[in-house]
């Protein structure tokens, strides 16, 4: 007899008896324990994937939420600066009408958002071109045409720098014969030059040297500098026989004239005016006087024998001797003197005076009244020093005594030659010119109008005493022609506007250009023998180009022309330079043996012109005249666009102008009849055809953004409704894995009561809810796909067209939050939905203690709370404190601090939805955070399985241990029944 165990199974790496006799089988009992004691397992990973489920349906939410926002954004009326971009209210659509046919090739217009709406009509009187030149015939491209010279295109304009022939100048009344690679043994030729340039720089080197200076000692009196085809011969001295010079020359013809005005440049002509000498020793001022009780001061007493760059001003003195000899050097900016104070040693025999301006004291040196004829009094022509004490500063200015004065010892006389004093130089001022250092000489070539003109000439002068340095870096200047004999020059400096209006058309004398605080900049054109011709609008175009080059806003190209450069090599040489230049070349083949090159700017407009300096150097070849292909021709004028915009002419240096009306850009194509060039040939041309640009609202595309938010919304509806659903017998779908979510349900109830309601601050409109523009709430009843939904938007085209067509504000106020300020220095900056507060007043007083600074009162004025005012640096923030009807809101306010702004407001369902998504959409918004806390629930929650797991492992071993002792037991048992069947048989058998 044996217990039989059956097959051995294996459980876990272990061998445990299966199908025993009994009927128990070992494998099952075991899965069936360890199952069992999992089973709290198994229900958290029901959970888990649960969870799971709810992650993803939040992730498709979000989506939708974000797609709802997105198209509320649209419609809302975004708060902030310039966000006319961003609100589709302000799109706009724009079209042509005209009698002329094809109105295309005329005009072309495109209204950005925000673009005023209406009609405006255009007349296009010239269209705006590029200048375009080419050369002669070139017989080859690749054949070598620069011939043993080099020479760069540094400017644009072909001067004429010929050569200077055989010939003579006389300087002085002396003769100088110009030679050829010739030598100056006695000092009586000059050498002359491969150009005019090059010619007149050898004679100011001839006249500035020993040798030249030995022959003819009246040359000694000045000194010499080349400005363009002109030498200047500038006198050492003023007043007297030796400030005028004869200076005449002979030159061949066809080359320019070295100015040849004999004895024309002594101290009243305009080359010598003040501004532009340099002299050895101090300023003085004469003191005339006709009795002995008496100094006057007139600008008729002033002599010049004064400190570097000295000047005398009709306004009184001014640069004064100074610590530095250099204009930028100078340390201080004074004005009016206001009062004179003295200080008498009757002992001494000593004055001293003090000096008062604008609050900065100055002091002079001891003055003897013991130096007159008896031997008492104050000497004429005595010279009085003040100096100011501030070390920093060590600016001085001299008084001349212009009569004897008596002291005779006693102070009453001190005292009244002090009194006199004061009287005289009360109204005179002490005034520093200071040089500009950003002119750049280097800009303004030969035949630039501006040539001769440096950073002497250009004065800064400023009525701010305290004030070191320049006023600022200069950022472009602007010329504008408003007419014969009318001009206008500004140029900004560090953001202000310096100005000088109704300049004739030629300038030939000084400018003083003025800014809003009394400051000045003076262009001292006569004293650079510089002058303007301002006829027309091209001359004017090019006096602006050229103060931009001479101040360094614009830079001149350099483009380097190499010995045996080929057609080809010069072209790619000026097209490597196109986008610094502005100019671009190309090689046209009229036949095998016919090249030309092109050169024509890149942009139109007479802003966007070029010349060319040093043509001759640069196409030297032979002949210049020409005959080898180097001549250029004019293929095409550069020339401004000219169109009249209502009646009122502008010209532009483009042919698409978008600076007339804001967010217009107007193209041009085509004249539209009769040419004009200016206001004036505009109106005497009477009638011209007309094209009538219309602006108008783009319905269009927000009846398509309505119905694009109708479809977010529904789409949100339908999520929601699945979601949600429930049986009959009131259980959740399977689908609806957030139906007991309260993100969900928080989020629906929000949406569903802003669509329902009416929209607060325009209850009195008859467009204050969707169902005025045809949109409702309807029941959807569901398909094979869809749930039933509740309150889904239907809209009705026909209504939703009418009411964009004829009430487009009241749509708008039906989605936008609307803001109204009786004052341009208030902006909404940003908003929520817990505002409420429609009609009310802002009350700003920068003066009041801390916290009240800005009170919000009700439309009758009445006081309702305070807000919150914070510094941003020249302007201010302003806040809605939380808790008050204002709560969310923010405005920027640039005002001066004492202001009472009536606003006004609505709040439109746009807006309400988009902040209500925003804070569910945005990242680590709502639905963020919420699935977040899933996340980390589940993270909990696998540690918890994997605990259970472990757990159960264990006890599944423990379990195949005890069956594994079992197996051992019976297997005992059965050897012992072995041997006792054994024994009991042997006992059977009689053995």
């Known amino acids: 007899m044996t217990i039989n165990l059956g097959s051995i199974v294996n459980l876990n790496g272990r061998s445990v008896g299966s199908g025993i006799s009994s009927g128990l089988d070992t494998e099952a009992i075991i899965n069936a324990l360890t199952e069992a004691r999992r089973a709290p397992a198994a229900r958290l990973e029901d959970t888990i994937e649960l969870n799971q489920s709810r992650i993803t349906a939040f992730s498709s939410l979000k989506t939708i939420v974000e797609g709802l926002r997105s198209a509320a954004d649209f419609l809302r009326a975004p708060p902030g600066f310039n966000n006319a971009s961003d609100n589709i209210f302000m799109y706009r659509t724009s079209s042509l009408s005209s009698s002329l046919s094809s109105i295309s090739n005329y005009l072309g217009v495109t209204a950005s958002a925000g673009a005023g709406i209406g009609d405006y009509d255009i007349e296009i009187g010239q269209v705006a071109l590029n200048r375009q030149q080419r050369t002669g015939s070139f017989s080859s491209q690749s054949s070598d045409i620069v011939d043993d010279a080099t020479g760069a295109i540094t400017s644009l304009d072909f001067g004429e720098n010929e050569p200077v022939v055989d010939d003579t100048i006389t300087i002085g009344g002396a003769t100088y014969t110009f030679v050829e690679n010739g030598t100056d043994s006695d000092g009586t030729s000059i050498e002359l030059g491969t150009t005019l340039t090059e010619t007149l720089a050898n004679i100011k080197s001839h ?106 001003l009709s306004t009184g003195i001014s640069n004064i001797t100074v610590d530095g000899d250099e204009p930028n050097g100078y340390k201080g900016l004074l004005r009016t003197i206001t009062g004179i104070s003295g200080s008498y040693d009757v002992d001494a025999d000593t004055l001293t005076l003090s000096v008062s301006i604008n609050g900065r004291t100055f002091t002079s040196n001891e003055i003897s009244t013991a130096a007159g004829a008896g031997s008492d009094s104050i000497a004429a022509g005595q010279t009085i020093t003040f100096t100011d004490g501030d070390e920093t500063s060590a600016t001085s200015f001299d008084v001349v005594v212009g009569a004897e004065y008596l002291i005779d010892d006693t102070v009453e006389n001190a005292d009244a030659f002090v009194t006199s004093l004061e009287a005289d130089l009360a109204s005179q001022t002490i005034l520093q010119d200071r040089a500009l250092s950003n002119v750049n000489t280097d800009n303004i070539p030969p035949a630039s109008p501006l040539y001769g003109l440096t950073s002497s000439d250009v004065i800064y002068r400023t009525g701010d005493y305290s004030s070191i340095g320049l006023a600022g870096d200069i950022s472009g200047f602007t010329v504008t022609r408003n007419g014969s004999n009318d001009t206008d020059i500004s140029v900004t400096i560090n953001d202000e506007v310096f100005t000088v209006t109704g300049l004739s058309d030629t300038l030939n004398g000084n400018i003083t250009l003025t800014g809003s605080n009394g400051e000045q900049l003076s262009l001292n054109l006569g004293d650079a023998g510089v002058s303007f011709d301002i006829a027309d609008d091209a001359a004017a175009t090019e006096l602006q180009n050229a103060l931009d080059f001479a101040f360094g806003t614009k830079s001149l190209t350099h483009i380097e022309i190499e010995n045996d450069f080929t057609l080809v090599d010069i072209a790619a040489a000026i097209n490597a330079q196109s986008s610094a230049s502005g100019v671009s070349a190309s090689i046209v083949q009229v036949s095998d043996t016919d090249f030309r090159l092109t050169l024509q700017a890149t942009d139109v407009g007479l802003d966007n012109s070029y010349e060319i300096v040093d043509y001759n150097q640069v196409w030297h070849a032979g002949t210049g005249d020409g005959s080898d292909g180097v001549e250029m021709i004019a293929v095409q004028s550069a020339q401004d666009s000219f169109i009249s915009v209502n009646g009122i002419v502008v010209q532009r240096s483009s042919n698409s102008i978008d600076d007339v009306i804001d967010n217009i850009t107007f193209s041009i194509h085509e004249v539209t009849g009769s040419a004009f060039t200016s206001q004036s040939t505009y109106d005497a041309l009477g009638s011209h055809t007309e094209i009538v640009a219309t602006i108008a609202n783009d319905t269009e595309t927000v009846e398509s953004a309505v119905v694009n938010f109708i479809n977010a919304y529904n789409e949100f509806r339908v999520f929601a409704a699945t979601q949600t659903f429930r049986d009959a017998q009131g259980n959740l779908g399977e689908d609806a894995v957030l139906g007991d979510n309260t993100t969900l349900s928080t989020l629906i109830n929000q949406i569903s009561g802003e669509v329902s309601s009416a929209i607060s601050g325009v209850s009195d409109s008859d467009f204050a809810t969707l169902g005025a523009i045809g949109i409702t709430l309807t029941d959807y009843d569901g398909d094979d796909e869809n749930p039933e939904v509740s309150n889904i938007l239907t809209y009705d085209p026909d209504k939703l067209s009418a009411a964009l067509a004829n009430n487009y504000d009241e749509v708008r106020e039906i989605f936008e939050m609307s803001f109204s300020a009786s004052s341009s220095n208030l902006a909404l900056y940003e908003s929520n939905n817990s505002a409420t507060l429609t009609d009310y007043q802002i009350d700003i007083d920068t003066s009041r203690e801390s916290g009240d600074e800005v009170r919000i009162l009700d439309s009758d004025g009445d006081f309702l709370f305070n807000a919150t005012l914070s510094s941003l640096g020249g302007s201010y923030y302003i806040s809605g404190d939380s808790g008050t009807t204002l709560s969310g809101l923010g405005f920027i306010y640039t005002g001066d601090g004492d202001d009472v702004i009536t606003v006004g407001s609505s709040y439109g369902i746009a807006d309400r939805l988009y902040n209500i998504m925003d804070d569910y959409a945005e990242d680590d918004g709502v639905i963020d955070t919420t699935v977040a806390d899933i996340v980390d629930e589940n993270e909990d929650l696998e540690v918890e399985v994997t605990d259970i797991d472990y757990a159960v492992d264990q006890y599944r071993l423990q379990l195949i241990d005890q069956y594994t002792a079992l197996e051992s037991a019976i297997t005992q048992v059965n050897t012992l029944l072995q041997f006792i069947e054994s024994q009991a048989n042997l006992a059977a058998s009689g053995n």
């Open 207 to 312: 006249l500035s040297s020993t040798n030249g200076q030995a022959v003819h000692a009246d040359v000694d009196n000045f000194t010499y500098s080349v400005s363009g085809t002109s030498i200047i011969a500038t006198s050492k001295t003023v007043g007297g026989a030796d400030d005028a010079i004869d200076f005449s020359a002979s030159i061949a013809a066809g080359a320019p004239t070295v100015g040849d005005t004999a004895g024309s440049y002594g101290n009243s002509a305009g080359m010598f005016s003040a501004g532009i000498f340099q002299f050895a020793s101090t300023l003085a001022v004469d003191v005339a006087s006709t009795t002995d009780t008496s100094i006057n001061l007139t600008s008729s007493d002033y002599t010049v024998n004064g400190a570097v760059g000295s000047s005398v």
